[in-house]
């Protein structure tokens, strides 16, 4: 059994920052990457940021340069930091861990979700 918690959301004025964490806990799985995707009113889930093996790390054009993401894989652990917020950024975040099980089948793992909301 995987677990994958989040925390760090919260409300924030326009112009703020915050900053989410993830770690995922369990047995008998290893992570390939690990996702920040998030899901506005009104609009499908997202893929924010990925962090890969090798420290690699992607973004969605709309939070790059405002946001940052950074862990460790090996130990299922990540941090989006997000600046510069806006309004559009409001949303339910939800961590996802890309891995593997003990039979190297791929598996996703995702967390309960943390809202963000940016207001003022």
């Known amino acids: 059994q995987v677990q994958v918690v989040e925390s760090g959301g919260g409300l924030v004025q326009p112009g703020g920052s915050l900053s989410l964490s993830c770690a995922a806990s369990?047995?008998?799985?290893?992570?390939?990457?690990m996702e920040w995707y998030r899901q506005s009113p009104g609009k499908q889930r997202e893929l924010v940021a990925t962090?890969?093996?090798?420290?690699?790390?992607n973004y969605a054009g709309s939070v790059k340069g405002r946001f940052t993401i950074s862990g460790d894989i090996v130990r299922s652990t990540v941090t989006l930091q997000m600046n510069s917020l806006q309004p559009e950024d409001t949303g339910v975040y939800y961590c996802?861990?890309?891995?593997?099980?003990?039979?190297?089948?791929?598996?996703?793992?995702w967390g309960q979700g943390t809202q963000v909301t940016v207001s003022s």
């Open positions: 996802r861990i890309r891995g593997r099980d003990v039979a190297l089948l791929a598996q996703y793992y």
């Open positions: 369990g047995s008998s799985f290893s992570t390939d990457a």
């Open positions: 962090l890969s093996r090798g420290g690699r790390t």
